[in-house]
């Protein structure tokens, strides 16, 4: 499931949250945020299905693989922080993830295609995986096609970047540094990670 290609609104329905920002799935969750069917009926869940429920935003939001999301697991669960904190931020860090929050593109499959293509530079060098993990001083800037940063100055004229703490984005020169690594307070998705770590480690 690293890349879904499905539709994108009925999966912002069924969660009840807009885990893709394509302007299409926004609208249609904005018009009827019911879960998907004729006749959508709320259903109970259990503690399985809730943390389930929980584990699949998170491979959603961030554009993950179940294995590439145990591996994640595994690195947190070894370190000496919060497990599920230390998930989530791993999942902030990811290449695609900051290229969406400095604001070059609008949604997150968006910012993984032009890394894909080799729209973008880390350090000087170019960068094709979307699951790099930047870290504090890494320098990540859009390769020197005239094209390519027109395209991306035309992205950020109509969806201005919001500024955040562990970004620093210079519009002149099309470039995201990372300042600091991520905080539990720089999390974009809403979700419950104990419930997932605890899902997870079963």
């Known amino acids: ?10 999966i912002n329905r069924r ?3 807009l885990l893709y920002e394509n302007a299409g799935a926004t609208r249609a969750f904005e018009r009827r945020d019911t879960p998907p069917g004729m006749h959508p009926r709320p259903r109970k869940t259990g503690n399985y299905g809730t943390a389930l429920a ?11 693989g179940e294995r590439q999301l145990r591996r994640y697991y ?26 969406r929050r400095a604001g070059l593109t609008k949604t997150r499959p968006q910012a993984r295609q032009g890394i894909v293509h080799g729209h973008f530079k880390v350090n ?6 979307p699951s790099y993990l930047l870290r504090p001083g890494d ?13 991306y100055r035309g992205v950020i004229a109509n969806n201005p970047p919001q500024p955040l703490d562990w970004l620093a984005f210079d519009s002149e020169n099309l470039t995201v ?4 690594l991520p905080t539990s307070n720089d999390i974009s998705l809403p979700v419950d990670g104990n419930i997932v770590v605890e899902f997870l480690a079963r």
């Open 54 to 64: 929980e584990k699949q935003k998170i491979k959603y939001y961030y554009g993950l």
């Open 1 to 10: 499931m690293s890349r879904y290609t499905g539709p994108k609104a009925r």
């Open 124 to 129: 000087g060098l170019k960068v094709d995986k």
């Open 74 to 99: 595994a690195k947190a669960q070894a370190g000496k922080g919060n497990t599920a904190v230390d998930l989530l931020l791993m999942c902030e860090r990811r290449l695609d993830n900051v290229v």
């Open 139 to 151: 320098v990540v800037e859009i390769r020197g096609r005239e094209n390519l940063k027109n395209l």
């Open 177 to 180: 540094t990372v300042l600091s």
């Open 15 to 17: 969660f009840s949250a």
